[in-house]
């Protein structure tokens, strides 16, 4: 980004809607169902504390479901695995696994593990729990499982983590890398025990804040649970250089700019789950750097989701000077996301990026850096970008891209 003599507030301006890519940790949608997740109900993802222990990838409990949130044409479970998170303590990770009907090819049915975008970091917002209209991140996980649909249509089975701490005991790491590709790759290792029909070779792929979730898949898995086979990863849409968003934030108010600056509205909505996800790795202190207004709300990322938080009567009713104080120091904040921004990452197998180029949520100068940065150090990425396609319509714009570099890899 280039200052040289243009004004400052242009500067700030052009940083600002960098902060679009905040909301690379957006939801998307899919089918549906009621309030409930299953017979079970929601006691299903409280296991006992002493049976938590255990290898990490192996499974906890699981019991057929039928509707939402599983998949059409499927055989679909709801599954209680087990992980560990970044301190090294064991964790129970909930999520789905969709095996396709009819019989397996040989070497079994080839494996997608897929990261989910933002939901929240509240444990209502945990995807696995939506079985209709009335899950407040519906809109999100309808519009990703009916993708994902067409995924078990082409022949692979299709497993879904909700993440650590969404939706089971513990707080949800919110893009921490580490703690977000253990979990796919233990969804994946999982996703075997449920179904051995399921072959050993896999494929990480994710959207938004599953994007950077993949990448991190693609960095880390192999080593992480190398009784499978990573073939690659497909990232759309991913979330990077978080890091800038909050400090063009707080330069835009410090220099009384604030409300001046083009941000997409809503974003700020996003800070709240940003200081969650941080504090799980470091000591936050969100008065450091927030109003007293904005202080006395990151709370409610405890108990709403996404959508929720982008309302008018919440964090979406906050512009940038009425969120970031004027003598913030956002400074352990900024860290983490930059330790957890994806761009300089050395990937262990090939990935596809897929970019729309009308996205106004991750913008697409953002991905350009990542993958640019990632191809200047030889890294093995393939970029495809989509006129006229935005956040969402990727999901459906880049499908069938996605589809046929997947099956170049498992046809290799």
Not at 17 to 23: Q, S
Not at 229 to 235: F, I, N, P, T, W
Request: charged share 15%; aromatic share 6%.
């Amino acid at each position: 980004m280039e200052s040289g003599t243009e004004p400052a507030s242009i500067v700030l301006r052009r940083c600002a809607r960098a902060v679009a890519v905040v909301l690379a940790v957006c939801a998307s949608a899919v089918p549906a169902a009621t309030a409930e997740p299953t017979s079970a109900g929601l006691e299903f993802y409280s296991p006992a504390p002493e049976s938590v222990a255990g290898e990490h990838g192996s499974v906890i409990s699981s019991q057929p479901i039928g509707g939402e949130p599983g998949l059409p044409g499927a055989r679909n479970f709801l599954v209680l695995y087990r992980s560990v998170d970044v301190h090294g303590q064991p964790v129970a990770v909930s999520g789905t696994v969709a095996v396709p009907e009819g019989t397996p090819p040989a070497g079994g049915w080839p494996l997608i593990s897929w990261a989910h975008g933002t939901t929240g970091t509240a444990d209502v917002c945990a995807p696995s729990r939506d079985t209709g209209a009335g899950f407040p991140a519906h809109d999100y996980t309808s519009l990703t499982r009916e993708t994902l649909a067409r995924w078990i249509a082409a022949g692979y089975a299709v497993a879904q983590t909700d993440y650590q701490g969404l939706g089971t005991p513990g707080p949800h790491g919110y893009l921490i890398g580490e703690a977000e590709q253990r979990a796919v790759a233990d969804m994946a290792l999982a996703a075997r025990v449920i179904a051995p029909e399921i072959g050993t070779r896999w494929v990480a792929m994710g959207h938004s804040q599953g994007g950077q979730a993949a990448v991190y898949a693609n960095a880390r898995s192999q080593q992480w649970a190398p009784q499978l086979r990573l073939l690659g990863a497909v990232a759309m849409a991913p979330a990077s250089h978080l890091g800038p968003v909050v400090q063009a934030f707080t330069l835009a108010r410090r220099t009384g700019i604030a409300e001046k600056v083009d941000a997409p509205a809503g974003s700020v909505s996003f800070i709240p789950l940003f200081i969650r996800g941080a504090q799980t790795v470091a000591d936050i202190d969100p008065s450091a750097f927030l109003t007293a207004e904005a202080d006395s709300m990151v709370g409610q990322a405890d108990d709403r989701c996404i959508g929720q938080l982008r309302a008018r009567d919440s964090w979406g009713g906050l512009g940038a000077g009425d969120t970031f104080s004027a003598d913030a120091d956002p400074g352990a904040l900024v860290r983490v996301l930059d330790d957890n921004d994806p761009s300089g990452l050395a990937l262990t197998t090939p990935m596809l990026v897929l970019q729309g180029k009308a996205d106004t949520v991750v913008l697409p100068a953002g991905t350009d850096a990542m993958v640019a940065q990632q191809q200047l150090t030889g890294q093995p990425v393939e970029y495809r970008t989509y006129p006229g396609v935005d956040h969402r319509a990727i999901l459906g714009a880049g499908n069938d891209d996605a589809l046929a570099w997947v099956n170049a890899r498992f046809a290799g």
